[in-house]
C-alpha cells in the first residue's frame, strides 16, 4: 500500500469516506434510516485500504448477509450505522495520524492497551466498544499516554 498522507482532507472525512453529500447530522440520519447503499460500504474499504471483510466484521454483517447486501445494492439502517460509526473512528483515527492514512490503519487493526489488547477496529463492532476507542483518540491527541 502506498503511503498517504493529506492532513484534514475531506477525502479522509466520515462523509469522504462514505462517499456522502450531507449539509449535517440530521440529514445524515436521514440517509442511515434509509439504509446506506452497498457503495458506501466499498468505498470506505478502498479509502482507507482496509479489506471488505474485516469492515465487514466491525460492521457486523454475516458473510451470507453481505453476499445478499451487494445484490441488493443497499444496507439496512443497523448496518449502515454502524457503517458512519465505524467511518466516523477511522476519519478520526486518520487526523490523530496527521493524514498517515497506512500508519492509521496498522494502529486501528492491531492490538490496542488501552483497549484491553483488542484491535480498535474489533472495539469498534459495538457502540459501547466505538465510544471507548473515541476516548483513546482523544487522550492520544492530547497527549495523555494510553
Known amino acids: 500500500m502506498e503511503k498517504q498522507t ?4 475531506a477525502r479522509f472525512s466520515e462523509a469522504g469516506l462514505l462517499g ?4 449535517n447530522s440530521l440529514e445524515l440520519a436521514k ?7 452497498y457503495s458506501s460500504f466499498e468505498k470506505v474499504s478502498k479509502a482507507t485500504g482496509l479489506p471488505l ?6 460492521v457486523g454483517i454475516s458473510p451470507r448477509t453481505m453476499s445478499r447486501r451487494r445484490v441488493e445494492k443497499k444496507l439496512s439502517p443497523a448496518e449502515s450505522d454502524r457503517l458512519v460509526s465505524v467511518s466516523r ?6 487526523d490523530l495520524f496527521e493524514g498517515d492514512v497506512e500508519g492509521a490503519i ?3 487493526t492491531r492490538p490496542n492497551r488501552a483497549l484491553g489488547r483488542i484491535a480498535p477496529l474489533e472495539a469498534s463492532a459495538t457502540e459501547v466498544g466505538a465510544r471507548e476507542v473515541e476516548n483513546v483518540i482523544g487522550r492520544l491527541e492530547h497527549g495523555v499516554f494510553s
Open 89 to 94: 473512528l477511522l476519519s478520526l483515527s486518520i
Open 31 to 37: 440517509k442511515v434510516e434509509k439504509g446506506l447503499s
Open 6 to 9: 493529506t492532513r484534514g482532507s
Open 106 to 108: 496498522r494502529w486501528f
Open 53 to 58: 471483510e474485516s469492515l465487514r466484521m466491525a
Open 20 to 23: 456522502l453529500k450531507y449539509r
